[in-house]
């Protein structure tokens, strides 16, 4: 995603963003710990919107200090691409947006 990244995000939504491979399948990881929900559904709709590969993207979210960005992505959290939203098996306060590519 690269440069198309430093025009659309801050410096401080870049840093909470890191990509991946495991099991052959290319992840985008996104913390968003300490925002206000309506930043993260800012930050995820823009990542989303420039994930035109379709790689999944693993949201943390926390769980232990509140649920209101987990109840946003569960509830108002929408894309065109976007197949489910999974919660990770073990851990509640993450949750995997399975991503369709771009058209």
């Given at each position: 995603m690269g440069n198309?990244?430093?025009m659309i995000f801050?410096?401080?939504e870049i840093a909470r963003i890191t990509e991946g491979i495991k099991?052959?399948?290319?992840t985008i990881t996104v913390d968003v710990h300490g925002l206000r929900v309506k930043?993260?559904?800012?930050?995820?709709?823009?990542?989303?919107?420039?994930n035109r590969e379709g790689y999944d993207i693993q949201v943390i979210?926390?769980?232990?200090?509140?649920t209101a960005i987990k109840e946003?992505?569960?509830?108002?959290?929408e894309s065109?691409?976007?197949?489910?939203?999974?919660?990770?098996?073990?851990?509640h306060g993450r949750t995997i947006l399975k991503m369709?590519?771009?058209?």
């Open positions: 198309r990244m430093e801050t410096n401080d099991n052959d399948v290319h930043d993260a559904k800012r930050l995820l709709n823009n990542l989303m919107a420039i979210h926390g769980y232990s200090h509140g946003m992505i569960y509830g108002k959290l065109p691409r976007l197949e489910c939203k999974k919660a990770v098996k073990r851990n369709n590519k771009a058209a």
